[in-house]
């Protein structure tokens, strides 16, 4: 199998349009149409990982972190960047990372594996995006209406929050005058034609437009369809920063973080001020979630599982929230897992390894 099947089978999950303007998501080394010997997942991708791979037969390796983070104007081997894709494309191991696209799905993402690993119900996105939906507007014959709706169904509109196959319908007549080169699904060459036509309005992700307009096309027995795209603000409920969810039995919070640290398997966890009162919704962000605080407050969740606070931030916690820094590698730690269903739940013909090398570059004593 090619690597490039793969790779569509993630973005379906996790659509690099939905990764972060400073981010690096993708394909960073290699050839989409190289065929898959085995993959090898990990954290971060280092020299030690290229190693690994080799040893292991792997040809690919899907990383969260991107191995290319910013500018890189050189390959010379100065810095273990340049050594480690030196090293990769010496050895013809293409390497593919899912980094803040993967945080920012509700489903099959970072934050939904930590809201999985802490037994979280009710789970939502604390910040969702916006700009990140279309209205499609479109005219059918009545007869030809359903079968047009479920061919937009099936490429991915009328998603709602929990609800799917949504949309508007309305009845009203189209008129059109077929010219001497047209080809008329009804109606005369150079006579005004009146239609009972259904007037369908569906939502439908930005990023899958062409491919849900391209399905519309085909079903639609028009020789010319009448349609509008009109771009939404509205905010994007399956996607976007951070989860919030509940525990099904609230905790004190001293059991809670002790709980927080057997689960993520973390040395330390720095917190604020315990406060006196059980913890039932809890915000969780992989990686550096700091910038979400606020919106975890007005949320009203009891404690903010994340990392990378700096000292000044704790205090911003002002006795409203509990601040729970358990690490970043320790609260991203189990996307090799979330990796690792993926991809065998959906391909079975080639080997999937977890990387057995631990990339945290922070060590406690």
Known sequence: MQINHLINYL????????????????LLVGNRSDEISAVLITLDVTEEVIDEAKTLGANLILAHHPIIFGELKKLNGTN????????????????????TNLDNVLHHGVNSKICELLELKNCKVLQPLKSQLTKLVV????????????????AGAGKIGNYDACSFNSQGEGTFRAGESAHPFVGQINVIHQEPETRIETIIPTY??????????????YEEVAYDLIPLQNEWVHAGSGLIGELEIPMDAQGFLQKVKITMKTGCIRHTQLLQKPIKKV???????????????KAGADVFIS????YHQFFDADKNIVIADIGHFESEQFTKELFYELVTRKFSTFAVHLSKINTNPIKYL
């Not at 992989?286 to 919106?295: A, E, I, K, R, V």
């Open 11 to 26: 973005e379906d999950i996790a659509p690099l349009v939905l990764q972060e303007t400073y981010d690096n998501s993708g």
């Open 80 to 99: 273990y960047v340049e050594r480690t894709l030196i090293s990769a494309i010496k050895n013809e191991i293409a390497i593919y990372a899912a980094h």
């Open 139 to 154: 005219f059918v014959p009545n007869d030809h209406a359903e079968k047009v709706r479920n061919v937009l169904f099936n």
């Open 208 to 221: 899958i437009t062409s491919k849900a307009v391209k399905a519309m096309l085909e079903a639609h027995p």
């Open 283 to 297: 915000a969780v962000c992989g990686g550096s979630g700091s910038f979400l605080l606020n919106h975890v407050i």
């Open 307 to 310: 990392s990378d606070f700096k």
